[in-house]
């Protein structure tokens, strides 16, 4: 059984564990569903502006969130995504917000390659061929 005020407690902290988990879970859907029937320049608009509402955070609790929305993104979504990651962290992180959202495009001999992140709090690690910022 639940010890109710360990529950409250958990819930009660501006950024923690349950609190990120449970937000992180509702964004992602939400997000998931969005992103098959809105553009890209429209649904990061959207997020962003109720990212930029969010609370604010310390960088832990930044990096904390991070982790939480990659580990439901392979939990709930069971395949990992990255523009899914980054619109759901946009939406939650008032940095992240803040930063330029970018596609990275790379056209590769084996195929197309792409990725989705938010600049500067999280750079893809690689160059592409073509980078689109919003």
């Known amino acids: 059984m639940l010890h109710l005020p360990t529950v409250r407690r958990l819930l009660a902290g501006g950024g923690g564990l349950v609190r990120d988990a449970l937000r992180a879970a509702w964004v992602l859907r939400e997000v998931e569903a969005a992103r098959w029937v809105e553009g890209p320049s429209t649904l ?40 899914r990651r980054a619109l759901t962290r946009i939406a939650l992180d008032r940095v992240s917000a803040g930063e330029p959202f970018v596609f990275g495009l ?28 919003l």
Do not use: K
């Open 44 to 83: 990061v608009a959207r997020l962003r502006e109720r990212g930029l509402r969010a609370e604010e955070r310390s960088p832990a609790a930044r990096r904390r969130l991070v982790r939480v929305i990659a580990h439901l993104d392979r939990w709930i979504m069971r395949e990992p995504n990255c523009y």
């Open 106 to 133: 790379d056209l590769r001999p084996s195929g197309p390659h792409g990725h989705a992140w938010v600049a500067g709090a999280d750079d893809a690690g690689e160059s592409f061929d073509v980078e689109f910022r």
